[in-house]
């Protein structure tokens, strides 16, 4: 009955995927459970609500902006993270403790759309009214019990959380700048906070005379291990500005996997394997039940063909065709085919960095990092490598097993130096970025084509083009006009708006723009290049009709009766490709499938017959 058991148990799992041994202090197979849990502590007193002009927002205008941005991200792109909003240096309290001057606005839960609208309600100078009559301002507060309430918040979560940070907004340097006790106790518990795996980083926001961090808040921020001490944001006077420090901090850095580094069969660190670039999809749409609107969650059973009996997992074994005959293979033999060798990275050599050319592109590339934790000294290596390789503009070639079922690849680590804005936020992490390499199976031969020569003049005339219409790429300036219509529509819909918000396609080209800058540039080009009556509209492309007829004349020469019947007696046919053997049985009346192997079954049962 265990055996019946164990196989229900699984529900939500394909009959295809593999069970892995769970093995936690395993290198290589390490991953995060939970979720992620930010509070939002912001600074209600009236400083906050005070600019400089009446153009300019107010600090607490700004922090309320930014907040409602990281809850919608938030909807989008995670929406089982926890969030909450916490209001200190308030008149009116609510929190589970009773401290005064403390107001919990919303407590962690998942991030909706009548959390956003009721943080919406503090938006501007409207907001500022509605803040004043439902909750209004305080001048006495204590910090350390603001901290006590945060911790609570956390403690009365009853789901597993993976990472739990405080994100402070204030404009004011030294909150206790007169009460040396109350400044100990903060400090006290902002430690005590940290020994607990909560991490508190400082929004600070600009001030008259600027915002010192050394007066107070340099001992209450957190400082994560991989974050350089000597390193503080400056001040936030703009709403772009806090934005960006707050989608730095917002999320924690998850590592994909922490992997052995064989430098050689006695020196082995430890590094962390990050993801940097992940490419952004419409979410998958979930099933409900038409009737209670609960999430359907499916199940995959197999069963027998000839009995209609359920098969348990023992019951079935799998095959691999090799010359018309099916190998059976077992469940070990099966996994031991897929393990090639154990995960990590190991040293191969060292290269020029000028060899690495752009062609060699495969994949978006991942970054590494030390990881001090697992085992001691990796840190000291790993930038002594980094330093050295750095100096002399050399890669390091190695051999990448992502996991224990993985197959191997050849990877180039490229020396990446950190980078920091004007405001001291970091853009470019410092560490190595993992370069896929291609096998020689992955290069192909491009057919080359008949060149034409330009002459001098159309080659100068191309260059002022070209000069014309420069301007500075990152790939970051551009959003996906597909991604942000749909989620403006949901997002419409989800908070009942009259019609969603109008996007900015930055995809489009700047047709006017361009025309102004090149002036008759284009028009003198095309009088060097094209003859007077060139219609590109008009025009037929021959060629290409001609080498797909040549194509189908070469199939029936190369392929005939004979040539296919010695594939299917020899078992090659399956060599053939999905194209040719389509051909072959539109040529004798088959049905063409769409999968190779029905393909392969039709022709074979045809010369068999």
Known sequence: MSEWESYYKTEGKEEEEEEEEENPDAIGEYQYSGRDSLIFLVDASRAMFESNSTSELTPFDMSIQCILSVYTNKIISSNRDLLAVVFYGTEKDKNSVNFKNIYVLQELDNPGAKRVLELDRFKGQQGKTHFQELIGHGSDYSLSEVLWVCANLFSDVQVKMSHKRIMLFTNEDDPHGSDSAKAS????????????????????????????????????????????????????????????????????????????????????????????????????????????????????????????????????????????????????????????????????????LAVLKKHHYLRPSLFVYPEESLVHGSSTLFNALFIKCLARKVIAVCRYTAYRNSSPNFVALVPQEEELDDQKIQVTPPGFQLVFLPYADDKRKVPLTEKVMANPDQIDKMKAIVQKLRFKYRSDSFENPVLQQHFRNLEALALDMMEPEAIVDLTMPKVEAMNERLGSLVDEFKELVYPPDYNPEGKVNKRRRDDEASMSKRFKVELSEEMLKDHVVKGTLHKLNVATLKEACRVYGLKCELKKQKLLDALTKHFQD
Do not use: C, W
Request: no cysteine; proline share 5%.
């Open 185 to 352: 106790r903060a400090r006290t518990k902002a430690g005590d906070l940290r020994d607990t795996g909560i991490f508190l980083d400082l929004m600070h926001l600009k001030k008259p005379g600027g915002f010192d961090i050394s007066l107070f808040y340099r001992d209450i921020i957190s400082i994560a291990e991989d974050e350089d001490l000597g390193v503080h944001f400056e001040e936030s006077s703009k709403l772009d500005d806090l934005l960006r420090k707050v989608r730095a901090k917002e999320t924690k850095k998850r590592v994909l996997s922490r992997l052995k580094f064989k430098l050689s069969k006695d020196i082995v660190l430890t590094v962390g394997i990050y993801n940097l670039v992940q490419k952004a999809t419409k979410p998958f749409p979930v099933r409900l039940y038409r009737e209670t609107n609960e999430p359907l969650k499916t199940k995959s059973r197999v069963f027998n063909v000839n009995t209609g009996s359920l098969l348990l997992p023992s019951d079935t074994k799998r095959s691999q065709i090799y010359g018309s005959r099916p190998i059976i293979l077992e469940k070990e033999e099966t996994e031991d085919l897929k393990r090639f060798e154990d995960p990590g990275l190991v040293l191969v050599g060292f290269k020029p």
